[in-house]
């Protein structure tokens, strides 16, 4: 799928204010400073697209992008960051589940991972309330680059026995090699019914 187009459509916080469910969308989670962003910027060839910070926690509101007239990328807050204030927390589960739950437009959720860590309680939640509604998830495991080839393969087998998945399952992803993109992007296009006659760039 050649990029023609990646623009900014709103943020949000309850479905009064989402945008007209009018294209497919795909929707982004994930733990705090997984990553999230890097990936979305990576996927449609952009670099600050989705704005990436050194601070985690920065994402509060649900972010709306109209990719090629095609798809809708929605990124949601990250979550698990101990530091962003309680009361903010709070406001984060409702609010994602609510997107979640009663989005009609919603064809899956790309489900992030930073490899160098095992899934904690959010992760296995997460992908457990995916599966009782089903909704289709696309698991990355990013920072693929920040481990030796040897410990990349140990902790992408260990991290799908934690998730009880097969290690295929789980894509693979670096911003900075690039690698993986292409596999997400298929899954993504499955997932939107697309059909993908060109080459990916």
Known sequence: MIIKSAEFV????????????????????????????SLINTLVNRKRLV??????????????????????????????????????RKKWGPMIESYLCG?????????????????RQEELDLLGWLGHYAITAIVVLTKADKLSKN???H??????????????????????SRRGRDAIWQAILTLVDIQNNEVIR
């Open 10 to 37: 709103k943020s949000a916080t309850m479905p009064s204010e989402y945008p007209p469910p009018l294209l497919a969308e795909i929707a982004f989670a994930g733990r705090s400073n997984v990553g999230k962003s």
């Open 51 to 88: 704005k990436t910070s050194s601070t985690p926690g920065r994402t509060r509101l649900i972010n709306f992008f109209d990719i090629n007239r095609q798809i809708i990328f929605v990124d949601l807050p990250g979550f698990g960051y101990a530091k962003v204030p309680v009361s903010v």
């Open 103 to 119: 989005r009609e437009t919603l064809r899956g959720v790309v489900v992030i991972i930073d490899i160098r860590r095992i899934p």
């Open 151 to 153: 410990k990349a393969t």
């Open 155 to 176: 902790q992408h087998n260990h991290i799908a026995r934690a998730l009880g998945m097969d290690q295929k399952d789980l894509i693979l992803f670096s911003a900075k």
